[in-house]
């Protein structure tokens, strides 16, 4: 019988759905040093839970808003937004995160300080 079952052949390659440049785009971003193969592009993602939380908590009121808790969250926003600009590739969705880390946690940081101190 001429069948080969699959057996020591490799089957031809099927014709891409997707057009070649979105094929080695999706490559490219796949691939990245910081893309979803590393903990680089998963742990900004779920610290995107961070944002969803402190955007939630915007009508909070004031007495209820922990003054270490929301400078801590401004400080490491801050802290992380920099560090992502100053590694090698430049990691822009963990700049991105931690700049809204940080606007939020200075969001609720102003409102507890105006609140404590009747300004």
């Known amino acids: 019988g001429g069948r080969d079952h699959g057996r020591g052949r490799t089957p031809p ?6 057009p070649s440049t979105m094929t080695s ?6 691939n990245h040093p910081a893309g979803p ?3 680089f592009f998963w742990a900004p993602a779920m610290k995107w839970g961070l944002v969803i939380a402190g955007i939630a908590d915007i009508n ?9 808790q929301s400078a801590a969250l401004s400080a490491t926003g801050i802290i992380w937004a920099r560090y992502a600009t100053q590694i ?6 963990l700049m991105t995160v931690n700049f809204f880390v940080a606007a939020t946690g200075l969001y609720q940081l102003q409102k507890k300080v105006r609140h404590e101190y009747n300004l």
């Open 25 to 30: 785009r999706w490559a490219q971003f796949v």
């Open 60 to 68: 909070r009121p004031a007495e209820n808003i922990s003054l270490p």
């Open 37 to 39: 193969k590393t903990v």
């Open 88 to 93: 090698n590739p430049v990691n822009y969705n």
């Open 13 to 18: 390659r099927a014709e891409p759905l997707i």
